[in-house]
């Protein structure tokens, strides 16, 4: 049974065996998996790399990324991770009855069939408790693990179910996602961890080949009546790929075939994702009447997210080009329909068009992520890398409180107010209190979902290069131990406030000289520049086709900056509407707002949740957001007149690397935006702010200067406005 509510639970074997480890350069252990591993301030850096063979090949990806616990947090990343760790993400597990209670541990709460909670929690713990060292952290994913192996039955299923009914693949597909961080994290628990994969691929293998049990629902099955697993089959594929490759163990076939089967069985269902990511079939925009004659699994918002990870997944073990040139199709018809100014899909349950009321779910945006960085690897283009980034940056954030204790389900890129609103007809099959900060203010998957998000953005930001370089990818500040060819451990620290500055400041120690690589951003400004050790002065960056700007680096201690420029940018949408971005970062009109807080509700009956579901503490609340009075949030917009606004201590807490901590809080990031606006008539329809594209634009009293902020950091905010010519304003005043 799990831990008592608010019990101080210990953990006193788990960490029996562990030692710390120094890291000499250029050493490394052989065996079975080499592996090196760096104390750093007493966290875990681990370094591995894979020996065994295996029958078949896979496409291999243009940047690989390091092994999970190689890549760690510093400054304003390291912040955010600790506040994750502080905060829900990181307490759920003391109380939240999805995952406290869950029944793969003992207890008996599951909020559906699919049994999918506590493996999307485990799914995003394990990385945020090893990308960050948290020793608390690891200290619950190790008991997870431990549980669900040593209760793992005698046919190999894991999990607690136990008949055909209520056995469904897709919450394995998670708890494998989770099984291979931690199998690579902690290599004293990488021979438990493959052995119980392979007997359970071998038993996943039987049932499919028995017309597709676990996957297709046959009569009297329960486990996923609606058809999410067979939308999803291709996510076992990175799990298997991972085992066919690092530990084969002469059942390569079986591996091979599972995935197969999988695919299989979704285009029995009627999934497959190749008839969907195509100019003709895709929708443009879905409305009630829109023709539509495939399945609904792809206009599901987070079906969506993770389907774009399809082709690339069958890629893989074909080598097929058409597919990667599908993957390539599927992120551009994506992008020029549905996809949100932050970065994220446009879509409640289900997708429509660019309505930007009409709200973004949390999950969305976690899975974006991921895909964007896992098609990135693959194809290599550096829009992806700008992708991920993006929503990273904007559409995440935005819907996580500061403090990391509460989240919306939905978000709106306008969104005057938080609240419950008096109808739920804005969305589909999405309640009215989903734009509300709280515990769960719609369905749970996104409580235990979302943590996901930045840890595996992290473990993806540094990356091995087909040339034996070693690449910073995504600019966040955090350190990388590699090991590059059979001799060159190498060390790399990237001091910066990226996204709100745009320097990067590297100190680099290797046994042997190597390239070290640094994504610029395709805003980048063509001023920007690069120095290195030895380097007289700045030069100008010239980034190759992939967009990288190499850095030689010599044997030893040695250092390098990037510094990147940006001005701000004005992207045009329909009906005479813009949004402004500076660099990384969406900007939008901050609305200060006032703050009433409530008994967190439940999702499904609306009534307050009992105290064991809720944190001992009370710091599991839910907010309403209501902008203060007077403040203006129907505006216009003359995008011809913005202003950068930096303040002096600005400019110094970006040198010595730190910044205010929360930093997604309104004034928190320290550059802003003056943006020459008026206030205008704006209507509201169905008590949210209507599209600015459906009414006309009058203007009320005079131009002014409006405070414009980063998107994240502006819980209230209006990111798409029209577009009118104004007389000039003074925006320094």
């Known amino acids: 049974m799990a831990p008592g509510i608010g019990d101080q639970v210990?953990?006193?074997?788990?960490?029996?065996?562990?030692?710390?480890?120094?890291?000499?350069?250029?050493?490394?252990?052989?065996?079975?998996?080499?592996?090196?591993?760096?104390?750093?301030?007493?966290?875990?850096?681990?370094?591995?790399?894979?020996?065994?063979?295996?029958?078949?090949?896979?496409?291999?990806?243009?940047?690989?990324?390091?092994?999970?616990?190689?890549?760690?947090?510093?400054?304003?990343f390291k912040d955010q991770l600790e506040l994750e760790a502080q905060g829900l993400s990181g307490n759920m597990f003391d109380f939240y009855r999805?995952?406290?209670?869950?029944?793969?541990?003992?207890?008996?709460?599951?909020?559906?069939?699919?049994?999918?909670?506590?493996?999307?929690?485990?799914?995003?713990?394990?990385?945020?408790?090893?990308?960050?060292?948290?020793?608390?952290?690891?200290?619950?994913?190790?008991?997870?693990?431990?549980?669900?192996?040593?209760?793992?039955?005698?046919?190999?299923?894991?999990?607690?179910?136990?008949?055909?009914?209520?056995?469904g693949l897709w919450a394995r597909c998670l708890l494998l996602l989770g099984l291979i961080q931690y199998a690579e994290a902690d290599p004293t628990q990488t021979e438990r961890i493959v052995d119980a994969m392979h007997r359970y691929v071998v038993l996943a293998h039987d049932m499919l080949k028995n017309n597709y049990t676990g996957l297709l629902v046959h009569d009297g099955d329960i486990f996923d009546t609606a058809g999410f697993g067979v939308g999803r089959t291709h996510e076992m594929h990175i799990p298997l790929q991972w085992l066919l490759e690092r530990y084969p163990r002469n059942n390569?076939?079986?591996?091979?075939?599972?995935?197969?089967?999988?695919?299989?069985?979704?285009?029995?269902?009627?999934?497959?994702?190749?008839t969907?990511?195509?100019?003709?079939?895709?929708?443009?925009?879905?409305?009630?009447?829109?023709?539509?004659?495939?399945?609904?699994?792809?206009?599901?918002?987070?079906?969506?997210?993770?389907?774009?990870?399809?082709?690339?997944?069958?890629?893989?073990?074909?080598?097929?080009?058409?597919?990667?040139?599908?993957?390539?199709?599927?992120?551009?018809?994506?992008?020029?329909?549905?996809?949100?100014?932050?970065?994220?899909?446009?879509?409640?349950?289900?997708?429509?068009?660019?309505?930007?009321?009409?709200?973004?779910?949390?999950?969305?945006?976690?899975?974006?992520?991921?895909?964007?960085?896992?098609?990135?690897?693959?194809?290599?283009?550096?829009?992806?890398?700008?992708?991920?980034?993006?929503?990273?940056?904007?559409?995440f954030p935005v819907s996580v409180s500061a403090d990391w204790w509460s989240h919306q389900y939905v978000q709106q890129e306008n969104q005057p107010w938080s609240r419950n609103l008096t109808t739920d007809e804005l969305w589909w099959d999405v309640g009215s209190y989903s734009n509300v900060f709280g515990l769960e203010p719609n369905y749970p998957c996104c409580t235990v979902n979302h943590p996901q998000a930045y840890p595996k953005f992290l473990a993806n930001s540094f990356a091995t290069t087909s040339s034996g370089g070693l690449a910073h990818l995504f600019l966040v500040p955090g350190t990388a131990a590699a090991q590059l060819g059979d001799d060159n451990a190498v060390f790399v620290t990237a001091n910066t406030t990226y996204p709100f500055g745009h320097t990067i400041a590297y100190t680099i120690s290797a046994a042997s000289s190597f390239d070290l690589y640094v994504r610029i951003p395709t805003w980048a400004g063509a001023d920007s520049t690069v120095s290195s050790s030895g380097s007289a002065d700045p030069a100008p960056v010239s980034p190759d086709e992939r967009g990288l700007q190499r850095i030689a680096v010599p044997a030893g201690e040695s250092t390098a900056s990037v510094q990147l420029t940006a001005e701000p940018r004005v992207v045009e949408r329909a009906n005479g509407t813009a949004a402004v971005y500076y660099g990384a970062l969406l900007y939008a009109l901050a609305i200060p707002h006032d703050t009433a807080s409530f008994s967190p509700i439940n999702y499904r009956s609306g009534a307050v949740l009992p105290a064991n579901t809720t944190d001992p503490s009370g710091r599991t609340r839910d907010y309403r957001l209501t902008p203060q009075s007077g403040t203006?949030?129907?505006?216009?917009?003359?995008?011809?007149?913005?202003?950068?606004?930096?303040?002096?201590?600005?400019?110094?807490?970006?040198?010595?690397?730190?910044?205010?901590?929360?930093?997604?809080?309104?004034?928190?990031?320290?550059?802003?935006?003056?943006?020459?606006?008026?206030?205008?008539?704006?209507?509201?329809?169905?008590?949210?702010?209507?599209?600015?594209?459906?009414?006309?634009?009058?203007?009320?009293g005079e131009p002014f200067a409006a405070r414009f902020v980063p998107y994240g950091s502006s819980k209230l905010h209006m990111a798409l406005l029209p577009v009118l010519e104004l007389d000039e304003v003074d925006l320094k005043g």
């Open 98 to 167: 999805f995952v406290h209670d869950s029944r793969y541990i003992g207890g008996s709460t599951e909020y559906s069939a699919l049994d999918e909670a506590s493996p999307y929690w485990f799914n995003g713990l394990v990385p945020l408790a090893f990308g960050l060292g948290d020793e608390r952290i690891r200290g619950q994913v190790k008991y997870y693990l431990d549980y669900i192996l040593d209760h793992q039955q005698e046919d190999g299923w894991i999990g607690f179910e136990t008949t055909q009914a209520t056995r």
């Open 252 to 274: 390569s076939q079986i591996i091979w075939e599972t995935m197969d089967l999988m695919i299989e069985g979704g285009v029995l269902w009627g999934a497959d994702w190749r």
């Open 276 to 395: 969907f990511w195509t100019d003709e079939a895709y929708p443009k925009v879905l409305y009630d009447t829109t023709p539509y004659d495939l399945s609904w699994v792809f206009i599901h918002g987070v079906n969506m997210a993770e389907g774009l990870r399809y082709t690339l997944s069958l890629y893989r073990n074909s080598g097929d080009p058409a597919l990667k040139a599908q993957t390539r199709k599927a992120v551009d018809l994506l992008t020029s329909y549905h996809r949100s100014l932050a970065g994220t899909i446009i879509g409640d349950e289900y997708i429509s068009d660019l309505n930007p009321s009409r709200g973004a779910e949390l999950c969305i945006a976690a899975e974006v992520m991921f895909s964007a960085a896992y098609i990135y690897q693959y194809l290599g283009d550096n829009d992806l890398a700008d992708w991920a980034e993006q929503t990273a940056f904007n559409a």
């Open 10 to 76: 210990s953990f006193p074997v788990l960490y029996a065996n562990r030692s710390s480890y120094t890291l000499l350069l250029g050493a490394m252990l052989l065996g079975r998996v080499s592996v090196a591993l760096v104390a750093l301030g007493g966290s875990q850096v681990v370094l591995s790399e894979p020996t065994d063979q295996n029958d078949y090949t896979l496409v291999q990806p243009v940047y690989k990324p390091l092994d999970l616990g190689s890549v760690k947090p510093l400054g304003w």
């Open 632 to 700: 203006v949030w129907n505006i216009a917009i003359d995008p011809r007149q913005i202003e950068v606004v930096r303040t002096g201590a600005a400019e110094e807490k970006e040198e010595e690397g730190s910044l205010p901590n929360p930093i997604w809080e309104l004034g928190a990031p320290p550059v802003e935006l003056r943006v020459a606006a008026v206030e205008i008539d704006w209507p509201i329809v169905m008590d949210t702010a209507a599209d600015p594209g459906t009414f006309n634009v009058t203007a009320r």
